[in-house]
């Protein structure tokens, strides 16, 4: 029993130094905020444009166009998660998964990017998906108008860079995002440059707080980004998910854990609720 | 581990199980035997009562915990890709194991963090961690003995992928592993706390390639004089009847630990070989197959855990005037596995498995079976010998492997200057190691 008292004074004498963060005083968070805020408000503009293509690809029966349009299309929704799902319901009919969906691809409330996917890419027709696209275009209008009159939560924009990082823990890594076009490296990418662009913006308060988690941030961000690139394409987008090296998979999964422990901090560190 | 080893035995049950009729009675809460009276008084919600929270197994000794400890209620293997980029990573994975199993199997209160910060602990057991008698053993598999780290002048001679037999039905995402971890404690909520913890501490080295839990139902206390009997499989029968005394510290240096001066690298001493299976058990339809057939295809009485011949379960089989198997068939499952000729106690392995249930297959029949975790000295002497023996035998026709490994169990931590892993790291000539 002695040695057990010990290793109990060991695991105690460990523990012995709470590191409380220190409070951040006078970090005007005002700034980056509504720097953000043009960032969301310049994506969203995209995201209308070219969903405006891509439906209209859809609707004139032209599969090949509608094919090429889909991934890069969704990629600014994919960048402005933290802010586009605060609108749960657009969330839902914009961006919803067939595993949301006890039904299945036959839920009437599955509509949709995946919904449009899964008839370009796994029934290769845009034959009966003119509705979708219709409904597609209204949402993100609709998104578009809500984001335009909203007062960006600064716990929400903050942390938006964690919540983008578990995006892509939970869903990116496996491939089964994109499961009928394979172009989770699309979206995998959206989601790496929204929560980068989250850090940079508030890289001066973050570097006030602690300079080696900046550093250890930027060290994880840079080996992602390194191995997305291999994967680039020389039109700009990027290969299927499964031409992805196991290897490389691999490489990306600490780095993209770590981020997701780190960036979780985030909020905490720049004193927000 | 190796101070309660040298404690007289009573002693050691009293620390490791803190026994006493009563808490022996509702140890393990829910899954044990409440006695009536006490069953209808409380709350609905109130905890379930256990007198073995603060049991604790030492950290620090000659070999690791839980391969001779005492097997507790819930256990729980998990394996791991290795994510480490180099050996100073690789050093740095074995560091934080080591001091994460360090606190977690003695307890003590969990860290105080600014509450704007995610918290430190996932806080399933409080804000004091109780060990809950957890032992967490650190195995690697022969996979980390690749061109990554190094380590190949090093690795295990016995150490090998696990390669399916005639009977398996191998899952890829369920199989081998750069690392596993045994977990072992009185609940499976202690063995989950331990591991959320692990995966917290190390997100950049470790990543999880499958996991399974299981459990082992308690009993009743012996009565004074009574040998303790082994638990029970999800095919009614007992399991472990045959395993060498684990108590006979003789019998566990000749059968499962790694001797010095053995054809192994040196540093592997006091190590010892993981094999871990996920044996899928047909149960409904075992269930449906008559009693003295189920008898005959494992070699024991189903209710008693006696041999063939008669007696108890701690009966030794004896097959010398049963020549043509007329009383145990020839191919029943204990027969082969040991068939008790002069030699085949050189093939003798020590089991520590656990029941596992999953959930439902597509067909409508139950998923489970046995997470078998046996431990030995040599690999291919032990369960390799004794499944391929096993192969064809007709119990088959009731299981199907699908997962699992093959693991080298590491020595253990010598002292608060040692850590899990650090013997390996130092066995290597470029080794950078800093300590």
Not at chain 2, 58 to 79: C, L, N, S
Not at chain 2, 233 to 243: E, H, K, T, Y
């Given at each position: 029993m002695k040695q057990t008292l010990l290793a109990s004074m060991i695991a105690l004498s460990a523990l012995a130094a709470p590191a409380f963060a220190a409070a951040p005083a006078g970090l005007d968070l005002v700034q980056p905020i509504s720097d953000y805020k043009i960032y969301v408000t310049e994506e969203v503009g995209k995201l209308v444009s070219e969903t405006q293509a891509f439906t209209d690809a859809v609707k004139a029966g032209d599969l090949a166009t509608a094919k090429k349009l889909y991934a890069p299309t969704r990629v600014h929704y994919e960048a402005i998660e933290p802010i586009a799902e605060l609108f749960s319901d657009l969330d839902a009919s914009i961006d919803s998964r067939v595993d949301d969906h006890e039904q299945g691809v036959t839920a009437e409330d599955f509509t949709g990017f995946h919904r449009i996917e899964y008839g370009l890419f796994d029934q290769n027709t845009t034959k009966g998906y003119e509705g979708f696209a219709d409904q597609l275009v209204k949402d993100v209008k609709d998104l578009q108008a809500r984001i335009d009159g909203l007062t960006f939560p600064p716990e929400k924009v903050v942390g938006g860079a964690a919540a983008l990082l578990e995006e892509v823990a939970a869903t990116k890594v496996t491939g089964e995002e994109d499961r009928y076009s394979h172009t989770d490296l699309y979206d995998f990418q959206g989601n790496v440059d929204g929560a980068r662009k989250i850090v940079d913006l508030f890289r001066p308060q973050i570097e006030k707080q602690d300079k080696a988690f900046v550093a250890k941030v930027d060290k994880n961000f840079a080996t992602v980004e390194t191995i997305l690139a291999k994967y680039k394409t020389k039109d700009g987008g990027f290969e299927t998910y499964d031409k992805v090296k196991e290897r490389d998979r691999k490489a990306m999964i600490g780095p993209v854990n770590t981020l997701a422990e780190d960036l979780s901090t985030l909020r905490g560190k720049l004193g927000l609720n | 581990m190796t101070d309660t080893r040298d404690l007289p035995s009573p002693e050691r049950r009293r620390v490791l199980f803190g026994l006493g009729a009563a808490g022996a009675a509702l140890a393990g809460g829910g899954l044990g035997c409440p006695m009536l009276a006490q069953a209808n008084e409380g709350k609905v919600t109130e905890a379930p009562k256990s007198e073995r929270t603060e049991d604790r197994h030492?950290?620090?000794?000659?070999?690791?915990?839980?391969?001779?400890?005492?097997?507790?209620?819930?256990?729980?293997?998990?394996?791991f890709d290795v994510l480490a980029n180099d050996r100073a990573d690789l050093e740095r994975l074995f560091r934080t194991l080591d001091e994460r199993i360090r606190f977690l199997t003695q307890g003590g209160p969990v860290e105080n963090l600014d509450p704007k910060l995610p918290p430190p602990d996932s806080g399933i057991l409080g804000p004091v961690v109780s060990p809950d008698n957890l032992t967490v053993t650190v195995s690697v598999g022969a996979s980390l003995f690749d061109d990554r780290y190094g380590l190949e002048a090093v690795k295990p001679r016995r150490l090998s992928r696990m390669v399916g037999f005639p009977n398996d039905a191998l899952e890829e995402d369920r199989c081998h592993g750069d690392l596993?971890?045994?977990?072992?404690?009185?609940?499976?909520?202690?063995?989950?706390?331990?591991?959320?913890d692990i995966i917290k501490a190390l997100p950049d080295l470790l990543f999880v390639r499958w996991k399974q839990e299981g459990s082992v139902p308690p009993q009743a206390p012996t009565k004074p004089g009574e040998l303790a009997q082994n638990a029970r499989?999800?095919?009614?029968?007992?399991?472990?009847?045959?395993?060498p005394d684990s108590t006979d510290t003789q019998a566990m240096d000749r059968l499962v630990w790694v001797q010095p001066g053995s054809d192994e690298p040196a540093w592997a001493a006091h190590g010892s070989y993981q094999a871990v299976r996920v044996i899928r058990n047909f149960v409904e339809r075992w269930d449906r197959t008559p009693l003295q057939e189920q008898e005959s295809i494992f070699g024991r009485r189903k209710a008693s855990g006696a041999p063939m011949q008669g007696g108890d379960e701690f009966t030794l089989p004896d097959y010398s005037n049963d020549p043509q198997g007329k009383l145990t068939r020839l191919d029943a499952h204990i027969r082969l596995a040991n068939p008790r000729t002069p030699g085949s106690e050189a093939n003798l392995i020590l089991r520590r498995p656990f029941n596992y249930s999953n959930g439902v297959n597509k067909n409508g029949q139950l998923d489970m079976g046995l997470l078998f975790i046996c431990y030995q000295a040599d690999l291919e002497q032990g369960f390799i010998t004794v499944q391929r023996r096993l192969n064809g035998e007709p119990l088959e026709e009731y299981l199907k492997p699908t997962g699992g490994g093959y693991f080298f169990t590491l020595p253990g931590v010598r002292d608060a200057e040692d850590f899990i892993g650090r013997a390996l790291l130092l066995a290597t000539p470029h080794s950078n190691t800093t300590t």
């Open positions: - | 030492a950290y620090e000794g000659v070999h690791q915990a839980g391969i001779v400890t005492p097997r507790p209620a819930a256990g729980m293997v998990v394996a596993s971890l045994q977990f072992c404690s009185n609940t499976p909520d202690t063995n989950i706390h331990a591991l959320r499989n999800f095919l009614g029968f007992r399991d472990g009847s045959a395993n």
